[in-house]
């Protein structure tokens, strides 16, 4: 996936960049019916920053395009979004088979043990958040400098 960025900050190695968070919406042929599409209406666009490796020597203000590696972020999202629904589910099951087991028929044990399970999904995404963040195999990495000239069609140029 690639983005494009504006450098503000420049150290040997690394960048710190600001990129505008873009959503793939105008090209999906759901955007009007979708939740995310509207979501972006009303939130509007924002930036994040952050550090990137720059193997090709930027300076401040240039413009640039950065890519994230791809199986890095589909891993990372896997674990964020699938970790919570397993252990909320899976916790779940394990306080409704130990109502069963007790003979002791309470929902409220089996919400409770899901919580549980939710908690520490939570818990232990918050302590591998750090690892994650610093694995330098998913820190994104400038690729080229942006093209700031747009190329004119052959009909716009002016003859010499």
């Known amino acids: 996936m690639e983005e494009s960025a504006r450098i503000l900050k420049v150290r040997e190695g690394e960048a710190y960049v600001t990129a505008l968070r873009q959503s793939s919406c105008g090209h999906c042929s759901a955007r009007s019916g979708c939740g995310t599409s509207v979501l972006s209406r009303y939130i509007g666009r924002r930036s994040m920053e952050m550090w990137v490796d ?49 003979k002791f028929n309470s929902e409220a044990l089996v919400i409770v043990f899901a919580i549980v399970g939710l908690i520490t999904a939570f818990m232990w995404l918050h302590r591998t958040e750090k690892k994650i963040i610093h694995d330098n195999r998913l820190r994104p990495v400038i690729i080229k400098r942006a093209n700031i000239f747009p190329i004119l069609p052959l009909s716009m140029q002016s003859d010499p």
């Open 54 to 102: 720059d193997p090709i020597g930027v300076d401040v203000n240039d413009e640039v395009v950065i890519q994230l590696h791809e199986t890095g972020l589909f891993k990372v999202s896997l674990l964020f979004y699938l970790l919570p629904l397993i252990l909320f589910i899976g916790f779940a099951l394990l306080g409704d088979h130990i109502t069963q087991l007790l």
